[in-house]
Structures are given as structure tokens and as C-alpha cells.
């Protein structure tokens, strides 16, 4: 059973690093398009809550880690920290997606507004917030602090 749940929760959290490539990928300029895009939030949806439920499971499988070992408290809390983040960026991204198709409809192909928006905006800081956290996450995943 441990073999199973160990891989399941790896293979999600491949899906949730995948999912952060791609939007970094979107926010570098690559061009978005529908059929990306809904990979993107899948893998986001799936290895989140994948990670999540498996990491639990897994935690609750093992005798020698226990669900409030710290190590496992600190992913649950930047689990969280990064859905919020990335929800935030993906909010500003949309925002500024949904504008970018206004002012196309207009005739208008580039605007300040939109360069703000795409460039080091508040749902950049955002992205960037949700790939430490990412980043974090592995590391507490790897090296267990306190376990």
C-alpha cells in the first residue's frame, strides 16, 4: 500500500510542477491557447489536491510520521500558501486575458494598460510567490526538517 500511495502522490506532484512550467511559460509571453490552457488547470487541480489527499493518506500509512510532525504541518501551510498565491495569479491573468480580447475587438493590438498588466504586475509577484512556494514545498518533501 505505501508503494502505491508514495507514487500516486509523486505522480500528482509532478502534475502540480507541470502545471507551474506551463503558467511560467504563459507568463514568459508564450502564446495561450485554449487546449494549453485546460492541461494547465487540470494538472493544477489534479496535483493539488492529489498531493494533498495522498500526502495525507501516506502520513497516516506510516508509522514512524504522524500528521503533526512539523515538516508535514509546514507543507499542509504552504500547500495552502500556494493555492492562494496561484489563485491570485491566475485572477490577474484572467483579468487582463479578458482585456487583452476587449481591446482586440477594437482593433487595438498593444495598449499600456495591457503592458502592465503582462509585465511586472501584482499577478507576476503572485506567480513568482506560487513557484518559491513550489520550490519549498520539494525541499520540505526531500529533506523532512525535523522528521
Same mark, same amino acid.
Given at each position: 500500500?505505501?508503494?502505491?500511495?508514495?507514487?500516486?502522490? &509523486?505522480?500528482?506532484?509532478?502534475?502540480?510542477?507541470?502545471?507551474?512550467?506551463?503558467?511560467?511559460?504563459? &507568463?514568459?509571453?508564450?502564446?495561450?491557447?485554449?487546449?494549453?490552457?485546460? &492541461?494547465?488547470?487540470?494538472?493544477?487541480?489534479?496535483?493539488?489536491?492529489?498531493?494533498?489527499?495522498?500526502?495525507?493518506?501516506?502520513?497516516?500509512?506510516?508509522?514512524?510520521?504522524?500528521?503533526?510532525?512539523? !515538516?508535514?504541518?509546514?507543507?499542509?501551510?504552504?500547500?495552502?500558501?500556494?493555492?492562494?498565491?496561484?489563485?491570485?495569479?491566475?485572477?490577474?491573468?484572467?483579468?487582463?486575458?479578458?482585456?487583452?480580447?476587449?481591446?482586440?475587438?477594437?482593433?487595438?493590438?498593444?495598449? *499600456?494598460?495591457?503592458?502592465?498588466?503582462?509585465?511586472?504586475?501584482?499577478?507576476?509577484?503572485?506567480?513568482?510567490?506560487?513557484?518559491?512556494?513550489?520550490?519549498?514545498?520539494?525541499?520540505?518533501?526531500? !529533506?523532512? *526538517?525535523?522528521?
Amino acid at each position: 500500500m505505501y508503494h502505491a500511495l508514495l507514487f500516486f502522490h &509523486v505522480l500528482t506532484a509532478f502534475f502540480l510542477a507541470t502545471a507551474a512550467l506551463i503558467y511560467s511559460a504563459f &507568463v514568459l509571453g508564450s502564446p495561450v491557447n485554449r487546449a494549453t490552457r485546460l &492541461v494547465a488547470e487540470i494538472f493544477w487541480g489534479v496535483g493539488g489536491l492529489g498531493t494533498l489527499v495522498f500526502g495525507v493518506w501516506l502520513a497516516l500509512n506510516r508509522p514512524q510520521y504522524e500528521i503533526f510532525d512539523g !515538516w508535514i504541518i509546514a507543507a499542509l501551510v504552504l500547500w495552502a500558501i500556494g493555492g492562494y498565491t496561484g489563485q491570485k495569479a491566475g485572477e490577474g491573468y484572467a483579468a487582463g486575458g479578458q482585456r487583452a480580447a476587449e481591446l482586440t475587438a477594437q482593433g487595438t493590438t498593444s495598449s *499600456p494598460e495591457l503592458a502592465e498588466t503582462f509585465g511586472a504586475s501584482r499577478a507576476f509577484w503572485f506567480h513568482i510567490a506560487t513557484l518559491l512556494v513550489v520550490l519549498l514545498i520539494v525541499i520540505d518533501m526531500i !529533506w523532512k *526538517p525535523g522528521a
